[in-house]
C-alpha cells in the first residue's frame, strides 16, 4: 500500500468531513434563526434546538479542521518508514475473521479510509488497540481484551 497516497485520501476525507461539519452547522443555524422556528409558546424549543444543533456542528468542524492542522504540520515524521508501531505506521493485523489495516495517527481515532479495496482505519494514541500494539514489530503477538491472539503482519 503507497502511505504516500493513503495520506493524501485521509487529508481529502478529512475536508470532506469538515465541509459537511460546516454546512450542517450553517443550515442548523440559519434554521434556528428561522422566522419558522420562532417559539408559538413556552414548550416550543425547536429554536433552541436548533441553536443547540449549530454549535454541535460547529464543535465537529473545529475538530476536524485542528485534526488536518495536525496531520499537515506533522507530515514528513508520518510519512517516513517505520518498522514498529508508533505515530505514523500504517500496519496490518491478523484476527480470527482476517486481517485489517490501521493507521496511527495523534487525531481522527475511528476515521475509516478506502484505498486499493481496503479500508484503513485510523488508531490514536487513546485507543486501546494502540496501547497493545505501541512498540510491536512485524511478526510480534498481541492479545485482544477478549483473550485472543492476533499478530502484527507488515508495518510502514
Given at each position: 500500500?503507497?502511505k504516500?497516497?493513503f495520506?493524501?485520501?485521509?487529508?481529502?476525507?478529512?475536508?470532506?468531513?469538515?465541509?459537511?461539519?460546516?454546512d450542517?452547522?450553517?443550515d442548523?443555524a440559519d434554521?434556528?434563526?428561522?422566522d419558522?422556528s420562532?417559539a408559538?409558546?413556552q414548550?416550543?424549543t425547536?429554536?433552541l434546538?436548533?441553536?443547540?444543533?449549530?454549535?454541535?456542528?460547529?464543535g465537529?468542524?473545529?475538530?476536524w479542521?485542528e485534526?488536518?492542522e495536525?496531520?499537515?504540520?506533522e507530515r514528513?515524521s508520518l510519512l517516513?518508514?517505520?518498522?514498529?508501531?508508533?505515530?505514523?505506521?500504517?500496519f496490518e493485523?491478523?484476527?480470527?475473521?482476517g486481517?485489517d489495516?490501521?493507521?496511527?495517527?495523534?487525531?481522527?481515532?475511528?476515521?475509516?479510509?478506502?484505498?486499493?479495496?481496503?479500508?484503513?482505519?485510523?488508531v490514536?494514541?487513546q485507543?486501546?488497540?494502540a496501547?497493545r500494539?505501541?512498540?510491536?514489530?512485524v511478526?510480534?503477538?498481541?492479545?485482544l481484551?477478549?483473550?485472543?491472539?492476533?499478530k502484527?503482519?507488515?508495518?510502514?
Amino acid at each position: 500500500m503507497n502511505k504516500a497516497k493513503f495520506y493524501e485520501l485521509l487529508l481529502e476525507s478529512l475536508q470532506k468531513e469538515l465541509l459537511q461539519a460546516v454546512d450542517a452547522s450553517q443550515d442548523a443555524a440559519d434554521y434556528a434563526t428561522n422566522d419558522q422556528s420562532r417559539a408559538d409558546s413556552q414548550w416550543d424549543t425547536q429554536g433552541l434546538e436548533a441553536s443547540y444543533l449549530a454549535a454541535g456542528q460547529a464543535g465537529m468542524a473545529k475538530k476536524w479542521a485542528e485534526a488536518i492542522e495536525e496531520l499537515q504540520s506533522e507530515r514528513e515524521s508520518l510519512l517516513q518508514g517505520k518498522e514498529r508501531v508508533e505515530l505514523g505506521a500504517l500496519f496490518e493485523c491478523a484476527f480470527a475473521e482476517g486481517s485489517d489495516y490501521f493507521f496511527f495517527a495523534g487525531v481522527a481515532g475511528g476515521h475509516e479510509v478506502t484505498i486499493d479495496s481496503r479500508t484503513v482505519t485510523i488508531v490514536s494514541p487513546q485507543s486501546p488497540l494502540a496501547h497493545r500494539l505501541l512498540g510491536l514489530r512485524v511478526g510480534d503477538d498481541f492479545v485482544l481484551p477478549n483473550g485472543k491472539f492476533s499478530k502484527l503482519l507488515s508495518v510502514e
